[in-house]
């Protein structure tokens, strides 16, 4: 019976698609639905599977202790099936397949947050630790029951005094020749342990970062292996921790905090890929460097960003296709129509606060694509060279900031364009927004993390001179100058107003045209990076004076670093659209422009300083916004049905087509009380035609000249309200039309 009523509602919807006026292009929703799937459409298609599956998803009327069980319970279950094995390696009954492991992991979200992080805890990050930064006797001896989840584990790297600042951490690993052992020791408060998830409760083992000390000398950060609890679940000696108790969101994780006092663990407990001692207490690594070893042992841990990038993209889908689905049916306002309420769709408001955010996913879709290839090209040893992993540890930092915060923005815009509706929990939207809130700090702040986008920005600037003569930097600041003085003096603009000849058609082709936009968010990256170089080449040399001159800059270079990625999901949607059919590609082109159109215009303030957009061509990326809005209009469904998201995955009760119901029944009552005659006469029109009747007279006797003033002054405020209002309306249109 729930088979056939999901049914029906589908059939609905697909009859109200084809009802609404259709552009003569129309989206091939099964072609753009398989092309969204990137490169494993398999392993996504699974975890999808499971997603949809009641035994994975989440249940909102559970305590934080029942919550915790039952994501342990799922836990076992993925286990059970394999679907957390595709990274490992292939003799340890694993895959080799780390983009394919990372698609399916992300698809987990639909199911339930807690559920995806927990299991990310497990594979993506103890796991992961000991398989990239251990060698084979790790492997051998611990990842088997990892895998297996005989031993559940914490990933150990966050103190309470250093989050994102991973280099300062209080925690040391002082080694002993005497006994061949490590002695774990967190020294303070700060240094302990937190917001680990599976330390509060299952976690048996856990790899804990520490500053390797031996023979006197800090060697920085590195990974050891520790025990922490018996079989019986209590602590072993000398480790002790507590529970983070109830969080804003993701409460099916048992996060919690873990200390050490003096806990010895083997020297072959070292995790020693990129460090090793011996016996004696020698200190070896294949990379000299402290700092490039140390940023070579993170990178080996990106994944964690990477999988963040495409979970918050998935919900920001969800979310869409939630309020999306819901705007299309549900009506409010007598607008066109005094029988009919209006569509919230079709109010270009209620347009511009999802299309918007529509745009952004699908060019954050298309970029995530792009990083996933890149991380399994490295991981697989394909591209693995520093270069490569340069690049993606870069992206990676920079996708995961801009998507889990825009994730963030869409949930909320969606559950306010959903209204009271949007607010109920059998809607999800409030959940997933809760248990996404933390996603901007997992795997590293997102201020931080543009931070060092725009640390790499700016290094890269400094490259391009190397080895370059003084007649060529003597070249490259006379461009700059004449750049920056063309700007200035106005003459970039001028040349806009000359081509556009005031005319906002002619502004609207402009800006619409690919080059443009892309020279417009192209340029903008490359003038601020220019300009924070520039400002910062005669930073002092002593160590504080160039801390306080880099601080002064470090608003403009997480701009630039924004900017940056901005251009890369710009490129990804531009690309991805050029590949599409013709008539797909047709609409798609308008889902890039208003990508573009809508960064463009939330830095209008810059490219308006900076020289790069005349005012009436800024004007004119407004009113082509609008524009494109209503083009888009007919292929909203369409464009959200391509994320391939079922009632399953979604489990809003307003997405599943019971408000279309809940509409349709309401027309239909008054359809029939109209056509029976039952209808009661609003009271301004009964007023009216008493005080017409009364005028006319009828055969009766004059009214008294004072009464006839009374009336004709009532009707004369209700006949200038009905004046005012059509002259508002006549003047909207007016407006809307130039």
Same mark, same amino acid.
């Given at each position: 019976?729930?088979?056939?009523?999901?049914? +029906?509602?589908?059939?609905?919807?697909?009859?109200?698609?084809?009802?609404? $006026?259709?552009?003569?292009?129309?989206?091939?929703?099964?072609?753009?639905?398989?092309?969204?799937?990137?490169?494993? $459409?398999?392993?996504?298609?699974?975890?999808?599977?499971?997603?949809?599956?009641?035994?994975?998803?989440?249940?909102?009327?559970?305590?934080?202790?029942?919550? #915790?069980?039952? !994501?342990?319970?799922?836990?076992?279950?993925?286990?059970?099936?394999?679907?957390?094995?595709?990274?490992?390696?292939?003799?340890?009954?694993?895959?080799? %397949?780390?983009?394919?492991?990372?698609?399916?992991?992300?698809?987990?979200?639909? &199911? %339930?947050?807690?559920?995806?992080?927990?299991?990310?805890?497990?594979?993506?990050?103890?796991?992961?630790?000991?398989?990239?930064?251990?060698?084979?006797?790790?492997?051998?001896?611990?990842?088997?029951?990892?895998?297996?989840?005989?031993?559940?584990?914490?990933?150990?790297?966050?103190?309470?005094?250093?989050?994102?600042?991973?280099?300062?951490? *209080?925690?040391?690993?002082?080694?002993?020749?005497?006994?061949?052992?490590?002695?774990?020791?967190?020294?303070?408060?700060?240094?302990?342990?937190?917001?680990?998830?599976?330390? &509060?409760?299952?976690?048996?083992?856990?790899?804990?970062?520490?500053?390797?000390?031996?023979?006197?000398?800090?060697?920085?950060?590195?990974?050891?292996?520790?025990?922490?609890?018996?079989?019986?679940?209590?602590?072993?000696?000398?480790?002790?921790?507590?529970?983070?108790?109830?969080?804003?969101?993701?409460?099916?994780? =048992?996060?919690? #905090?873990?200390?050490?006092?003096?806990? #010895?663990?083997?020297?072959?407990?070292?995790?020693?890929?990129?460090? =090793?001692?011996? +016996?004696?207490?020698?200190?070896?690594?294949?990379?000299?460097? $402290?700092?490039?070893?140390?940023?070579?042992?993170?990178?080996?841990?990106?994944?964690?960003?990477?999988?963040?990038?495409?979970?918050?993209?998935?919900?920001?889908?969800?979310?869409?296709?939630?309020?999306?689905?819901?705007?299309?049916?549900?009506?409010?306002?007598?607008?066109?129509?005094? !029988?009919?309420?209006?569509?919230?769709?079709?109010?270009?408001?209620?347009?511009?606060?999802?299309?918007?955010?529509?745009?952004?996913?699908?060019?954050?879709?298309?970029?995530?694509?792009?990083?996933?290839?890149?991380?399994?090209?490295?991981?697989?040893?394909?591209?693995?060279?520093?270069?490569?992993?340069?690049?993606?540890?870069?992206?990676?930092?920079?996708?995961?900031?801009?998507?889990?915060?825009?994730?963030? %923005?869409?949930?909320?815009? &969606?559950?306010?364009?959903?209204?009271? +509706?949007?607010?109920?929990?059998?809607?999800?939207?409030?959940?997933?927004?809760?248990?996404?809130?933390?996603?901007?700090?997992?795997?590293?702040?997102?201020?931080?993390?543009?931070?060092?986008?725009?640390?790499?920005?700016?290094? =890269?600037?400094?490259?391009?001179?190397?080895?370059?003569?003084?007649?060529?930097?003597?070249?490259?600041?006379?461009?700059?100058?004449?750049?920056?003085?063309?700007?200035? !003096?106005?003459?970039?603009?001028? *040349?806009?107003?000359?081509?556009?000849?005031? #005319?906002?058609?002619?502004?609207?082709?402009?800006?619409?045209?690919?080059?443009?936009?892309?020279?417009?968010?192209?340029?903008?990256?490359?003038?601020?990076?220019?300009?924070?170089?520039?400002?910062?080449?005669?930073?002092?040399?002593?160590?504080?004076?160039?801390?306080?001159?880099?601080?002064?800059?470090?608003?403009?270079?997480?701009?630039?670093?924004?900017?940056?990625?901005?251009?890369?999901?710009?490129?990804?949607?531009?690309? &991805?659209?050029?590949?599409?059919?013709?008539?797909?590609?047709?609409?798609?082109?308008?889902?890039?422009?208003?990508?573009?159109?809508?960064?463009?215009?939330?830095?209008?303030?810059?490219?308006?300083?900076?020289?790069?957009?005349?005012?009436?061509?800024?004007?004119?990326?407004?009113?082509?916004?609008?524009?494109?809005?209503?083009?888009?209009?007919?292929?909203?469904? =369409?464009?959200?049905?391509?994320?391939?998201?079922?009632?399953?995955?979604?489990?809003?009760?307003?997405?599943?087509?019971?408000?279309?119901?809940?509409?349709?029944?309401?027309?239909?009552?008054?359809?029939?009380?109209?056509?029976?005659?039952?209808?009661?006469?609003?009271?301004?029109?009964?007023?009216?035609?008493?005080?017409?009747?009364?005028?006319?007279?009828?055969?009766? +006797?004059?009214?008294?000249?004072?009464?006839?003033?009374?009336?004709?002054?009532?009707?004369?405020?209700?006949? %200038?309200?009905?004046?005012?209002?059509?002259?508002?309306?006549?003047?909207?249109?007016?407006?809307?039309?130039?």
């Amino acid at each position: 019976m729930a088979d056939r009523t999901a049914s +029906a509602r589908l059939d609905r919807r697909q009859r109200s698609r084809s009802a609404e $006026p259709r552009q003569h292009a129309q989206v091939d929703v099964d072609w753009l639905g398989r092309d969204l799937l990137g490169a494993w $459409p398999e392993r996504r298609l699974a975890a999808r599977a499971k997603a949809a599956d009641p035994r994975y998803q989440r249940l909102d009327d559970l305590t934080v202790a029942a919550h #915790r069980e039952r !994501v342990m319970d799922q836990m076992r279950q993925l286990v059970d099936d394999g679907a957390v094995l595709a990274a490992f390696p292939t003799r340890l009954g694993g895959q080799d %397949d780390h983009g394919g492991n990372i698609a399916g992991f992300e698809e987990l979200v639909l &199911a %339930d947050p807690s559920l995806q992080i927990k299991s990310g805890v497990q594979f993506g990050l103890f796991g992961a630790a000991v398989l990239h930064l251990g060698t084979q006797r790790h492997h051998d001896a611990f990842l088997p029951a990892i895998m297996s989840l005989e031993i559940p584990g914490a990933f150990a790297m966050t103190e309470t005094g250093h989050g994102s600042d991973v280099a300062s951490i *209080g925690t040391t690993a002082t080694y002993d020749p005497e006994t061949e052992e490590f002695e774990i020791h967190t020294p303070f408060r700060g240094a302990w342990k937190d917001y680990l998830g599976n330390a &509060a409760l299952h976690g048996r083992d856990a790899v804990v970062f520490a500053k390797l000390v031996t023979r006197g000398v800090d060697h920085g950060v590195h990974a050891f292996y520790v025990p922490l609890r018996d079989e019986t679940g209590a602590f072993l000696p000398g480790i002790g921790g507590e529970d983070d108790g109830y969080k804003g969101g993701l409460n099916g994780i =048992d996060n919690g #905090r873990l200390h050490f006092t003096h806990v #010895r663990v083997p020297r072959t407990n070292l995790l020693n890929r990129y460090g =090793d001692v011996a +016996a004696d207490g020698t200190y070896s690594s294949p990379i000299q460097s $402290p700092g490039r070893r140390f940023f070579t042992m993170l990178g080996t841990l990106v994944q964690g960003r990477v999988s963040l990038d495409g979970a918050a993209v998935i919900a920001q889908q969800a979310a869409l296709a939630i309020a999306i689905r819901y705007g299309a049916e549900r009506r409010q306002f007598n607008a066109s129509s005094d !029988v009919q309420e209006e569509v919230l769709l079709d109010y270009r408001r209620h347009q511009r606060r999802l299309f918007t955010r529509l745009a952004k996913a699908y060019a954050q879709t298309y970029a995530h694509a792009i990083l996933l290839t890149q991380f399994d090209g490295v991981f697989s040893g394909r591209t693995d060279t520093p270069e490569e992993r340069e690049d993606l540890e870069t992206l990676a930092a920079g996708l995961k900031s801009l998507s889990t915060w825009q994730a963030l %923005d869409t949930l909320q815009e &969606a559950r306010e364009a959903c209204g009271g +509706a949007g607010f109920l929990g059998e809607n999800r939207l409030v959940q997933l927004r809760a248990d996404l809130d933390v996603y901007a700090t997992f795997e590293g702040d997102n201020t931080v993390l543009l931070q060092l986008v725009g640390k790499r920005l700016l290094g =890269d600037f400094a490259k391009q001179f190397k080895g370059a003569s003084k007649a060529d930097i003597a070249r490259f600041a006379a461009d700059q100058l004449f750049d920056r003085a063309t700007a200035l !003096v106005g003459l970039r603009t001028l *040349g806009q107003d000359v081509r556009d000849l005031r #005319r906002v058609q002619n502004a609207s082709v402009a800006i619409r045209d690919r080059d443009f936009q892309r020279d417009m968010l192209e340029d903008r990256v490359e003038t601020m990076v220019a300009e924070i170089a520039g400002r910062l080449r005669h930073a002092p040399r002593d160590q504080a004076k160039a801390a306080a001159a880099f601080n002064a800059e470090q608003h403009e270079l997480i701009e630039a670093g924004r900017a940056w990625v901005e251009l890369q999901q710009y490129d990804a949607l531009d690309a &991805a659209v050029e590949r599409m059919p013709e008539a797909t590609k047709k609409v798609m082109t308008h889902v890039r422009d208003l990508f573009a159109l809508t960064i463009i215009e939330e830095h209008a303030a810059w490219h308006l300083e900076n020289g790069r957009l005349s005012g009436a061509r800024s004007k004119a990326v407004t009113s082509t916004i609008e524009r494109l809005l209503q083009k888009l209009r007919p292929h909203a469904l =369409d464009l959200v049905s391509a994320f391939g998201l079922t009632d399953a995955h979604l489990r809003a009760t307003i997405a599943t087509g019971a408000e279309g119901e809940r509409q349709a029944e309401a027309i239909a009552h008054y359809e029939a009380l109209r056509a029976s005659g039952a209808m009661p006469v609003p009271e301004k029109q009964a007023r009216e035609a008493a005080g017409e009747e009364r005028l006319a007279g009828a055969g009766a +006797a004059p009214l008294p000249p004072e009464e006839v003033v009374a009336i004709d002054h009532e009707l004369g405020d209700e006949r %200038d309200a009905d004046a005012i209002e059509a002259a508002d309306a006549e003047a909207a249109t007016e407006v809307a039309a130039r």
